[in-house]
């Protein structure tokens, strides 16, 4: 089965802080997405990856950044995080950007105070 | 931006009972896919239908695609309680240079026992 696993399910953190959610896959999959979901609003995509160390920008892309260092991992990064950025933030992977599908990570509810 | 668009927003039945959710989208696209949300939980994949077909069935599922209205259908055949979710259909459609999937906002389904 492939796996997509996300750090933490949950994390609380401060405004101002510098935040880090981590996403591992195990099925050596090109591409590897960060969305975050919220009420009324849905999945928005933030950033993808379709290589190591190549991202491209999402649709909401401003206050977050990505790092892809090694295939198997995606991270997003918080660079000072804001109460606006309290959501769930879902991980996906997936082998072709085309006509396949995305395997979701659990997702982590993070919450900015 | 929201490229698909779940209706309806939410739909309450009783457990036997069918139920069916619509999509539509905007702008062309490759395939559409359906998925499934727990509370809390991660997106799993449900089902792929490419532009080129116009009906697929997996087990209960049956979903339906018309190129030409730019919509989808999704229906779930003897529902059970295990199948209350929301659900999400997602398209691929290019954006601009960034890719990935685009997420409707989803249908709630309660299943009633």
């Known amino acids: 089965d492939v796996k997509v696993t996300q750090s933490s399910r949950y994390l609380v953190k401060r405004t101002g802080e510098k935040v880090f959610l981590e996403c591992v896959q195990d099925?050596?999959?090109?591409?590897m997405f960060w969305y975050r979901q919220d009420p009324g609003l849905g999945l928005r995509l933030i950033y993808f990856s379709y290589d190591v160390k190549m991202k491209e920008k999402g649709d909401i892309p401003e206050g977050y950044s990505v790092s892809r260092e090694k295939k198997e991992r995606f991270s997003l990064i918080l660079e000072s995080a804001s109460t606006n950025q309290t959501s769930m933030y879902l991980c996906a992977s997936s082998f072709f950007v085309f006509n396949t599908e995305a395997f979701f990570g659990q997702g982590t509810r993070l919450t900015v105070v | 931006s929201q490229q698909g668009e779940e209706d309806p927003q939410a739909l309450s039945i009783q457990e036997g009972e069918n139920a069916t959710m619509n999509c539509s989208y905007k702008t062309s696209i490759n395939n559409l896919q359906w998925y499934r949300q727990n509370s809390g939980r991660g997106l799993v994949h449900l089902i792929l239908i490419r532009s080129n077909e116009r009906e697929k069935h997996s087990g209960r599922l049956r979903v339906t695609l018309d190129t030409s209205k730019k919509s989808s259908s999704l229906l779930i055949t003897a529902s059970r309680a295990a199948d209350t979710a929301s659900y999400f259909c997602a398209t691929d459609a290019e954006r601009g240079g960034a890719d990935g999937l685009t997420f409707g906002k989803g249908t709630h389904l309660i299943i009633q026992p």
């Open positions: 099925m050596d999959h090109e591409n």
